[in-house]
T-cell receptor, first 111, second 116 residues
């Protein structure tokens, strides 16, 4: 059974810092992995998707890496801004299609 | 591309009542997923459809829950005899599988259910 852990659970940083969010998963037989952002009381916004054959994916100030064999993914956010404040969720997808989510990392970026 | 829409956005009901939620996926997306999220937790998978076929159901989906996607377009999720433990955000997502799609799942805004 796939289990996903995200560390840290919460993070508070001053504006402008670069930061790394960590995600680990127990079953390395994944099809892909998505990173999402969730604002309070809202739905999920897809940030990046990494295929199992890829090592990295970049979008703007965001860079996600995947090490499938060790069951780890990281989300790197460059030059953080107050608008980045949200909960970040990682979700590996297995062969059946469903996503398995961690509990998320709640990020606060202070002006 | 108008995104995934869900209706209603909020639902308050009394214990024991039946409720039905609707999800309209991104047009031409062949997969549709339902997830449930409680406060402070990540979403949990409930069920998914490919076209009109329901391919997988979670053990979380008790016999009080039923989902349909009759024509392979919109989907409904019905909860019968609601219980206070059903209070949660119900999220719908859709994706397109098949080349050259990456199978990215796009989520709707959710339906927040409160059972009194």
């Amino acid at each position: 059974k796939q289990e996903v852990t995200q560390i840290p659970a919460a993070l508070s940083v001053p504006e402008g810092e670069n930061l790394v969010l960590n995600c680990s998963f127990t079953d390395s037989a994944i099809y892909n992995l998505q990173w999402f952002r969730q604002d309070p009381g809202k739905g999920l916004t897809s940030l990046l998707l990494i295929q199992s054959s890829q090592r990295e994916q970049t979008s703007g100030r965001l860079n996600a890496s995947l090490d499938k064999s060790s069951g780890r993914s990281t989300l790197y956010i460059a030059a953080s801004q107050p608008g980045d404040s949200a909960t970040y969720l990682c979700a590996p997808r297995g062969n059946t299609g469903k996503l398995i989510f961690g509990q998320g990392t709640t990020l606060q970026v202070k002006p | 591309d108008t995104g995934v829409s869900q209706d209603p956005r909020h639902k308050i009901t009394k214990r024991g009542q039946n409720v039905t939620f609707r999800c309209d996926p991104i047009s031409e997306h062949n997969r549709l997923y339902w997830y449930r999220q409680t406060l402070g937790q990540g979403p949990e998978f409930l069920t998914y459809f490919q076209n009109e076929a329901q391919l997988e159901k979670s053990r979380l989906l008790s016999d009080r829950f039923s989902a349909e996607r009759p024509k392979g377009s919109f989907s409904t999720l019905e909860i019968q005899r609601t219980e206070q433990g059903d209070s949660a955000m119900y999220l719908c997502a859709s994706s397109l599988v098949g080349q050259p799609s990456t199978d990215t799942q796009y989520f709707g805004p959710g339906t927040r259910l409160t059972v009194l």
